[in-house]
């Protein structure tokens, strides 16, 4: 009966701890698959990947972990389909009012390709 205890507080610990993301974390999972669904909405737009990637490492967000990638998979999936069928003319204005140089939400992570 002991070990039973034993392995299912230790079971317990370990499921926890791949969860523990605080809530600037997540916030930054949700706005990288935010500007990664923003590319594949907008065809005249880009990623800014240095931004992008000090915003990562400025939180501790690791892309190899498998939560990361599941958690930012999730938002880009919510995200193409809220945009499904809209304009993309209007898609690229929205999304580069948030994302874009001075965006509303997190300025300089969208760029106009040249």
């Not at 610990?13 to 969860?19: F, H, I, P, S, V």
């Not at 600037?24 to 594949?40: E, F, I, R, Y």
Request: glycine residues 10%; proline residues 3%.
């Amino acid at each position: 009966m002991r070990r039973l205890i034993i392995a299912a507080a230790l079971v317990t610990a370990w499921a926890g701890q791949g969860l523990a993301f605080s809530d600037k974390q997540m916030n930054v999972m949700s706005h990288v698959g935010q500007v990664l669904a923003a590319t594949k909405i907008c065809s005249k737009i880009e990623m800014s990947k240095g931004t992008v990637a000090m915003l990562l490492a400025g939180y501790g967000v690791d892309l190899g972990d498998p939560l990361v990638s599941g958690v930012i998979k999730s938002k880009i999936t919510d995200t193409v389909d809220a945009f499904a069928g809209k304009d993309e003319d209007a898609s690229c204005a929205a999304v580069m009012f948030l994302y874009g140089p001075g965006g509303a939400n997190v300025p300089d992570l969208l760029r106009w390709k040249n």
